[in-house]
């Protein structure tokens, strides 16, 4: 019997090459906004001016950094209260649209998100915060953006292996949503959809990095992916990463575009269901094979030592994950088989061998 309890988060799309600052300004006149924030880094902030062209800004904020660490979330807060701030807009990727999420979180201020990379964030109600060293995630309605407008022609001055990078993190999003606490069959038509057209709008870029199609297929693809994700919840990759970025400073989006294939050959073989649904969206025999043949193809991030992570990390890694990984993985994570992911993920080695190994222990 078909039987599961899905939520779908609310929340208004509007989806336009080309029509950033068009739509940005009708939203703010619906909404009624008229103490405006952008939140956009000093890299976005010609782009930013020009999606806000059609507005009246009262404050630009442009101190963004990787991971969202408190202390800045913490600045970026005051600037908003004392500004009298009724409305933020952020246009950027996944950092931006985090510490505009920490504002919101604390603030109530709404928030229309204008994302310029494939990193899903502005689509779910999750946020992030770095503080010592560690990473900490929840889930909080306040920070999802009101609005999300989705403009591929943003995204052409993303550089090609960003580009990548950036798909491939939506693409784990797809593929975290197949198992993660909340999985169920709606969130599995959307991340395998998400699949299907990251699968093809990533190459796209890569073949034609001024061309539109693939980009709209990417940004496509990654809102799937992330509306997969925020109604699944945080799996195993996830967990892993946020210890590999908040702990380590390693870059958000090569960090997942890296751990993904050892994370899908670690639970593959235990997930017959899925991994046949990601297979078959890859057009591939397995979903391992569909995603290092697009891997390939698009020269992916191979090993976490190209990031600074180093062996001396991984007893930390691991003692820090462990316990955030959910107990309904489909494959048992213990010390040493997790300990073997990371050791596999540093160097590149090839995760057909990890899924050799959790064949076995399926198997046994």
């Known amino acids: 019997m078909l039987t599961f309890e899905h939520v779908t988060l609310g929340q208004r799309v509007l989806f336009g090459s080309g029509k950033a600052a068009e739509y940005l300004a009708a939203e703010v006149a619906r909404l009624g906004a008229s103490r ?8 976005e902030l010609p782009m930013a001016r020009k999606v806000a062209a059609d507005i009246e800004v009262a404050l630009w904020h442009h101190e963004v950094i990787m991971h969202v660490p408190v202390e800045v ?3 970026a807060r005051t600037a908003a209260i004392e500004a009298g701030i009724d409305l933020i807009v952020c246009v950027g990727g996944g950092s931006t649209t985090g510490l505009a999420k920490a504002v919101a979180m604390t603030t109530g201020i709404p928030i229309i998100a204008v994302p310029t990379t494939y990193a899903g964030s502005e689509a779910t109600n999750v946020w992030g915060l770095t503080e010592a060293a560690r ?27 960003m580009s990548v990078a950036s798909g491939l993190n939506g693409m784990a999003h797809c593929v975290d949503s197949l198992w993660g606490p909340r999985a169920d069959p709606i969130n599995s038509a ?5 699949i299907r057209a990251l699968a093809a709008g990533l190459p796209a870029i890569v073949a034609d990095p001024s061309g539109l199609e693939g980009r709209e297929q ?11 994700f925020a109604s699944a919840g945080s799996g195993m990759h996830h967990k892993i990463c946020h210890v590999l970025g908040g702990t380590f400073n390693l870059p958000h989006a090569q960090t ?15 997930v017959p269901e899925p991994e046949a649904r990601m297979a078959a969206a890859f057009g591939a025999p397995t979903a391992l094979e569909g995603l290092q ?11 976490l030592a190209d990031y600074g992570f180093t062996a ?4 930390e890694a691991v003692q820090v994950a462990l316990p955030a990984i959910p107990a309904s993985n489909p494959r048992p994570v213990t010390e040493a088989n997790l300990t073997a992911l990371l050791q596999a993920a540093l160097t590149g080695a090839d995760p057909v061998t990890l899924s050799e190994q959790a064949l076995e222990g399926a198997t046994r």
């Open 36 to 43: 405006v924030m952008v939140i956009a880094s000093e890299f």
């Open 73 to 75: 979330a913490d600045r």
């Open 135 to 161: 990473k900490t995630t929840g889930v909080d309605d306040r920070v999802l953006p009101v609005t999300v407008i989705y403009d591929a022609s943003l995204t052409l001055s993303l550089p090609v292996d």
């Open 190 to 194: 959307l991340a395998a959809e998400g």
């Open 218 to 228: 990417a940004l496509y693809g990654a809102y799937l992916a992330a509306v997969a």
């Open 256 to 270: 997942h575009a890296t751990v993904l294939p050892y994370v899908l050959a670690f639970n593959a073989p235990f």
């Open 293 to 303: 043949g697009l891997r390939a193809r698009l020269d992916a991030p191979k090993a």
């Open 312 to 315: 001396d990390g991984i007893a």
